[in-house]
């Protein structure tokens, strides 16, 4: 660790506070349906929008139409996307004339896209034409970060409201998502990408002389215009299959600040928007402390774990003041790399500038623990919001408990039933996780992807079932996941990370819409106060702890205490 | 349920329209007027022809020329497609090892390359650079360090004096912003260029 590592982590992660709040307040705008400065240019297309699709703007949904509409929408965009991966090769720009995608891997992609996850069995180089990468997978970068973020806003109406019925219209808040928000700053982002030497072309390749004489085929493509939503939206599916780590997608320091800035700019601001909403916006900085709080502490032990490095490297000679730089690229080092690794799993991006499988065993397993939380610090754009809503309405469960008088939060009495659905939308996490991952371990045939003998074998499958149901995205990617066994249970477990969460969520949300607002009675336990801060914070850790602590000893953690003893597979 | 079709497939189709095609296109092309050279991948010519890209590191085999990181690329074996075989800076194929740190693999091919180091004659403690693979197999920048142990052996084989080809990579080096922001690296097809340069 050196003060110029530190220093490079806290100029990020300070740019991404100082965004906070004027990103936030002006989403609260956006879908408190207020003008704002882009009115003038995108409102006649917001409306056009409306009128060609039959979507009557004032006419708002319960929790129930709200979901299926949601969810119509999810399996068109399924169903779109499955043909033009199955079709591509009769499709325009495929400068490379790639073949068709196979059934069960055009089946992993599709949901993998569309449940804002974007964990890639494939290689894009080698797999994606620029036809699926932009009118495919990036349309969905977009729609999928647009689906979660208006989710995350039927649930900040439900706190909102007064004895409410209706949660929003889910066809305005994901067109305003996506016209007032996603769209503009990924075109501010793309630019400033490009600049940094992030190609944008449609060619598919050129062809280079190397000095030495041998003929170098690079691919190019179309990359900073997807780059920018990947990042911005948290979808993370890289152009090619080293993601941002590739020199093309991520070319410097400068490029790695706005791709980290990115990725955490949206999901830290929802929750000021949050606060906004609700009427209180110290409540969102509560929460904003909460998961900024987690991410540091995470950043504190990557960065020492990597920076400790591998001993049994620099007992070979390598200089230790190296650290671990297998998997890791010169121009970010060890610092930005563990920022990278936090940030990314801390949200739903998933997107890696260094390769995980490669880290050291903590370096590894914080990004999965992170995951295994519920992908909540600061989370997905959305499902980040939401999620840390669900886990508040847990701790004030449990501090009711404590004081034995009915839990509140924001002014709604939370009773028995609210409870019951959060915990369902919690527990579909480790059904997902370790039930496949248990069934992985002894399957032959999905034990022969593994690239890692011993424990870290173990690691390599729970972090692809932890990825996946967390609708991550990042991998320990020395597993090949592109066999049918894969790709189909690890699209289940995006489908039960993304709908099986969100249905008990929504109900949930619908009945606590319903509730009297009281205003803060004298008793009512603070919610944003420290004492919250701290309590919640516990609360994440003993259940995500609680959880999954049996399978990280047998992974991670005693790869860690062999590494130490000597021990090589 | 059905009400909720037309707006689905409407929207479906208008967002595909504009963020899918009109969106990327539309950068596509003000990148080709604002950055051209960026945009088309930043390629580097010598006497008019491609010779790299300032981005993607290649592979430098020969002892005339500094050597990059080594890479974990690969690429289809040409006796049998369903197999990989090595292929260094292959930059259509973008990989890291994705080796663990208990990996007998890693231990090996780093204590194969110590030994390769320790016969050129380097001694202390290796940069950790010269002997790890790159996340992406295509990592264009190796550390100062790396480059200034690299300096007398490929003078050398040039027949230059030792301190020009040291003030070359000095000369090369690029600095943190600041002091403190980004990594002090060393681009090796830049420096192997001006290597080339020098007569």
Redesign the interface.
């Not at chain 1, 170098?216 to 190019?220: G, H, K, V």
């Not at chain 2, 990989?95 to 208990?102: A, E, K, M, V």
């Not at chain 2, 403690?125 to 650079?129: G, R, V």
């Not at chain 2, 002997?131 to 992406?136: D, G, H, V």
């Given at each position: 660790m050196t003060?110029?590592g530190w220093?490079?982590i806290g100029?990020i992660l300070g740019l991404v506070a100082l965004t906070t709040r004027p990103l936030g307040l002006y989403m609260a705008r956006v879908f408190s349906g207020e003008r704002n400065f882009l009115s003038p240019v995108l409102g006649p297309v917001e409306r056009a929008?409306y009128r060609?699709?039959?979507?009557a703007p004032e006419r708002e949904q319960n929790w129930l139409s709200y979901t299926?509409?949601m969810l119509?929408?999810s399996?068109?965009?399924f169903a779109?996307l499955y043909a033009i991966l199955r079709l591509q090769a009769f499709l325009p720009f495929n400068p490379q004339h790639f073949d068709n995608v196979p059934p069960d891997l055009a089946f992993n992609t599709a949901i993998s896209f569309l449940t804002n996850t974007n964990w890639q069995a494939y290689?894009g180089?080698?797999t994606m034409s620029n036809f699926s990468q932009?009118?495919?997978l990036?349309?969905h970068n977009?729609?999928s970060a647009a689906t979660g973020v208006a989710l995350a806003i039927a649930v900040t109406r439900a706190f909102a409201r007064h004895s409410a019925t209706t949660l929003g219209n889910f066809?305005v808040d994901?067109?305003r998502a996506?016209l007032y928000v996603f769209?503009p700053v990924?075109?501010l982002i793309?630019?400033a990408f490009?600049?940094?030497?992030?190609?944008?072309?449609?060619?598919g390749?050129?062809?280079?002389?190397?000095?030495?004489g041998?003929k170098?085929?690079?691919?190019?493509g179309?990359m900073?215009?997807?780059e920018a939503?990947k990042q911005f939206g948290t979808n993370g599916g890289g152009f090619?299959?080293?993601n941002a780590?590739?020199?093309?997608e991520n070319?410097?320091?400068?490029a790695n600040?706005l791709q980290i800035w990115a990725l955490l700019a949206v999901a830290f601001g929802l929750l000021v928007t949050f606060g906004k909403m609700v009427g209180s916006e110290k409540q969102g900085w509560a929460l904003f402390k909460i998961a900024g709080l987690v991410l540091v502490g995470a950043v504190v032990i990557v960065y020492a774990a990597e920076s400790i490095?591998?001993p049994?490297?620099t007992q070979?000679?390598?200089?230790?003041?190296?650290?671990?730089?297998?998997?890791?690229?010169?121009?970010?080092?060890l610092a930005?790399s563990s920022l990278y690794a936090v940030a990314t799993t801390g949200t739903s991006c998933g997107g890696?500038?260094?390769?995980m499988?490669?880290?050291?065993?903590i370096g590894g397993l914080v990004p999965m623990f992170l995951m295994q939380l519920g992908v909540i610090t600061p989370g997905g754009v959305g499902s980040g919001l939401y999620g840390l809503v669900v886990f508040a309405v847990i701790t004030v469960f449990i501090a009711g408990l404590m004081v034995g008088r009915t839990p509140e939060f924001l002014g709604k009495k939370i009773e028995s039933r609210e409870v019951k659905l959060a915990m369902l939308a919690v527990l579909i996490l480790p059904l997902s996780i370790l039930g496949f991952s248990a069934v992985a371990a002894v399957l032959p045939s999905s034990l022969s992807s593994l690239?890692?003998?011993?424990?870290?074998g173990l690691?390599e499958i729970l972090y692809a079932y932890t990825s996946a149901t967390g609708n991550n995205g990042s991998a320990?990617?020395?597993l090949n996941a592109n066999t049918p066994w894969y790709n189909v249970t690890l699209g289940i477990a995006m489908i039960l990370g993304r709908f099986g969460y969100v249905a008990p969520l929504m109900a949930m949300a619908g009945s606590i819409a319903a509730k009297k607002k009281h205003p803060g009675s004298l008793g009512a336990f603070p919610t944003d106060g420290g004492l919250f801060v701290g309590l919640m914070i516990g609360v994440i850790l003993i259940v995500g702890g609680l959880q999954f602590f049996p399978a990280l000893a047998l992974g991670p953690i005693v790869?860690h205490f062999?590494?130490f003893a000597g021990?090589?597979? | 349920?059905l009400a909720?079709?037309?707006?689905?497939?409407?929207?479906?189709a208008?967002?595909?329209l504009?963020?899918?095609?009109a969106?990327?296109?539309a950068?596509?092309g003000?990148?080709?007027v604002?950055?051209p050279w960026?945009?088309?991948?930043?390629?580097i010519l010598r006497d008019g022809?491609?010779?790299?890209?300032?981005?993607?590191?290649?592979?430098?085999?020969?002892a005339r020329?500094f050597h990059p990181?080594p890479s974990a690329t690969g690429a289809p074996d040409p006796k049998d497609p369903s197999k990989t075989v090595d292929a260094p800076?292959?930059?259509?194929?973008?990989?890291?090892?994705?080796?663990?740190?208990?990996?007998?693999a890693?231990?090996d091919r780093?204590?194969t390359g110590?030994a390769a180091r320790?016969a050129e004659g380097w001694t202390g403690?290796?940069?950790?650079?010269a002997?790890?693979?790159?996340?992406?197999?295509?990592?264009?920048?190796?550390?100062p360090?790396n480059a200034l142990l690299q300096a007398s052996d490929v003078a050398r084989a040039r027949g230059l004096v030792a301190g020009t080809v040291r003030n070359l990579v000095l000369a090369q080096i690029q600095k943190?912003?600041m002091?403190?922001?980004?990594?002090p690296?060393v681009n090796v097809?830049k420096l192997?260029?001006a290597l080339?340069g020098l007569k």
């Open positions: 003060l110029a220093l490079q100029l929008f060609l699709a039959g979507v299926i509409a119509v929408f399996a068109a965009g779109s290689s180089e080698t932009m009118a495919g990036a349309v977009f729609l066809w994901m067109t996506t769209l990924s075109i793309a630019l490009i600049a940094t030497g992030v190609p944008q072309t449609l060619a390749s050129v062809d280079a002389t190397t000095l030495e041998a170098q085929t690079i691919a190019l179309p900073a215009s997807q939503i090619f299959n080293a780590a590739h020199p093309f070319p410097n320091a400068w600040l490095g591998n049994l490297l070979l000679g390598l200089d230790p003041a190296g650290g671990n730089l297998e998997g890791k690229e010169t121009r970010f080092g930005l890696v500038n260094a390769m499988d490669s880290f050291t065993p690239a890692n003998n011993g424990p870290h690691s320990f990617a020395g790869e062999l590494m021990k090589t597979f | 349920m909720h079709f037309r707006p689905a497939v409407v929207l479906l208008l967002f595909t504009l963020t899918g095609l969106y990327p296109l950068m596509t003000i990148a080709s604002l950055f960026q945009a088309g991948g930043s390629l022809k491609v010779v790299g890209s300032a981005l993607i590191g290649q592979n430098f085999a020969s020329y990181r800076y292959n930059a259509d194929n973008s990989s890291g090892s994705n080796l663990g740190p208990t990996s007998k890693l231990i780093v204590k110590v320790r403690p290796l940069p950790a650079d002997l790890t693979t790159s996340a992406s197999g295509l990592d264009p920048d190796i550390s360090e943190p912003w002091g403190f922001f980004g990594e690296r097809l192997n260029l080339d």
